[in-house]
């Protein structure tokens, strides 16, 4: 990868532009290799929407917001780069990504990395403390790099895990989690595969970290390292995402059928068939003790990062349900209103929780700042529960239209458009093409593609609900919420 080191705070374009510079990847997508990933229809979508976070940063109204101040070099950098410096810049982040949830409607992909930063620092920063190591030194080197160029970088943390029963050393195919199978003089080379990899293939670099705390049996599997995107034997397997193939008609039916005709998310299996990952790029291999540490704190970061991007979602969901029932001429009818009421009150308390697991964040002994984790903890549970209603409530008020509609081809056919011009009309003066726009948005957001990131994403990205739930009733101090009952109730022992 061949990105100038001047190259700072690349716009959306420039950013496409350096994807295009990247060796081939090895990618299939619907069984089918992929020789130019940049400009095919189904995940050019999902480029422009880490575009986004590019043009952000050179947008006067967010400018601010989308960039900080570098902790190592003082320069200004794009904030999806930055290790947090305080409380005012974990609450930045959220807003930030409510921004440009509410700009795309879907994952702009580019915060897993920003959140492996965070917490990699963290952890190469407790490893040496430990053993004298230099993970903390090498760590810090590649960030600047990651700077200087304004890379995206793909955190993978979630792998195919195999039998569930099973602990990493005790699978029977010892490739269910990433691991280091040889160790050389100068590198590592690594094996296993990482799942719903949010935009692997948007992505300059990535970072890989272990899945879940290891035993010392499992230090082979402890690892944590960096690589380009282009690295050889990487392989990309693109997930399908309901309603896709909608992206592949390019005539002006296909904009107005996929509901949401610009931007996309991503996942794919990334396959790590023998990767070699020199010394310089390597940042745990086999301190297992520090592995828990590392997930807890990525995993609470990343649990941060949802109240503010689903939120945005969030927003655009409230803006069509408030749209559809105008087109429909009954946005004063009451029952109307007081769902949208409902429907802001669960979005801002996801986006109070985003906040809230912010300001109570405290600093680390390595210099950056971490989010209070029981608080993100609880953020991303209410995650798991609260889209699912405002989508209930957006479906409730679109009406059952939005799975029933005619293509828009038959809308541009004259022979059948006249009918639809007739019979699809409902408040006057709104045009049915804009109506069926709506839905077919409507349609995108709970059940199509943008329904991925909003919803399933909802529930399991991050880790899936449980995991919050074992991490609450860890972090939560039940002992002393029972010995607040027992001194008001005046109970001796
Ligand atoms: Fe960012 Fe949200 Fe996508 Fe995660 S799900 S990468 S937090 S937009
Ligand atoms: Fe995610």
């Not at 400018?63 to 570098?70: I, R």
């Not at 030194?137 to 029963?165: A, Q």
């Not at 109070?352 to 300001?359: D, K, L, N, T, V």
């Not at 989010?371 to 679109?398: F, G, M, S």
Request: charged share 25%.
């Amino acid at each position: 990868m061949a990105i100038a080191a001047e190259n700072k705070l690349m716009t959306g374009e420039e950013y496409i532009e350096s994807l295009r510079r990247r060796k081939p990847l090895k990618l299939y997508l619907n069984g089918e290799p992929v020789e130019n990933p940049v400009d095919h229809p189904i995940i050019r979508p999902s480029i422009n929407s880490v575009a986004l976070t590019y043009d952000l940063a050179h947008d006067p109204e967010y400018k601010e917001l989308a960039t900080a101040k570098s902790a190592i070099t003082g320069r200004i950098i794009n904030r999806f780069c930055h290790l947090h410096q305080g409380t005012e810049d974990l609450m930045n982040k959220v807003r930030m990504q409510r921004v440009l949830g509410q700009k795309s409607g879907t994952c702009f992909q580019r915060c897993v990395g920003m959140d492996a930063f965070n917490a990699v620092f963290t952890a190469t920063y407790e490893t040496d403390k430990k053993y004298g190591t230099e993970y903390h030194k090498r760590f810090v080197n590649y960030l600047k790099k990651v700077e200087d160029n304004d890379w995206i970088v793909d955190g993978c943390m979630t792998d195919v895990k195999g039998d569930r029963g099973k602990r990493p050393a005790d699978q029977q195919d010892p490739d269910m989690y990433v691991r280091i199978v040889e160790r050389r003089p100068d590198g590592i080379i690594i094996r296993g595969a990482k799942a719903h990899q949010t935009g692997a293939i948007n992505s300059h670099e990535m970072i890989l970290m272990p899945t879940v705390a290891m035993r010392e049996e499992d230090k082979d599997y402890a690892v944590c390292c960096s690589l380009p995107a282009d690295a050889e034997g990487v392989v990309y397997i693109y997930g399908r995402q309901s309603c896709d193939l909608r992206k592949l008609d390019e005539s002006p039916a296909g904009d107005i059928d996929s509901g949401n005709p610009c931007y996309g998310g991503q996942e794919a299996l990334v396959i790590f068939d023998d990767v070699f990952v020199p010394d310089e790029n390597v940042y745990m291999a086999g301190e297992w003790e520090f592995s828990g540490m590392l997930v807890e704190n990525f995993s609470g970061y990343h649990r941060q990062s949802y109240g503010g991007c689903k939120v945005g979602v969030g927003d655009v969901m409230i803006g069509a349900a408030a749209l559809i029932a105008e087109y429909n001429g009954c946005p004063k009818a009451s029952h109307i209103k007081d769902k949208i009421v409902e429907m802001n009150h669960l979005n801002e308390t996801l986006f109070s929780c985003g906040i809230a697991c912010s300001a109570c964040g405290k600093k680390t002994e390595a210099g950056n700042y971490l989010i209070d984790t029981l608080l993100a903890n609880v953020c991303k549970q209410n995650v798991t529960r609260h889209p699912y209603e405002i989508a209930r409530l957006l479906q409730d008020i679109a009406g059952g239209i939005m799975v029933t509609l005619p293509s828009a081809r038959d809308f541009l056919n004259p022979e059948t458009r006249t009918y639809l011009e007739k019979y699809l009309a409902s408040a006057p003066g709104v045009s049915v093409e804009d109506k069926m726009k709506l839905l077919r948005l409507i349609e995108n957001l709970t059940l199509g593609r943008a329904a991925v990131g909003y919803l399933t994403e909802s529930m399991h990205g991050a880790g899936s609900p449980q995991a919050q739930r074992i991490m609450i009733s860890r972090l939560a101090d039940v002992e002393q919420k029972k010995q607040l009952a027992k001194d008001i109730a005046q109970i001796k022992k």
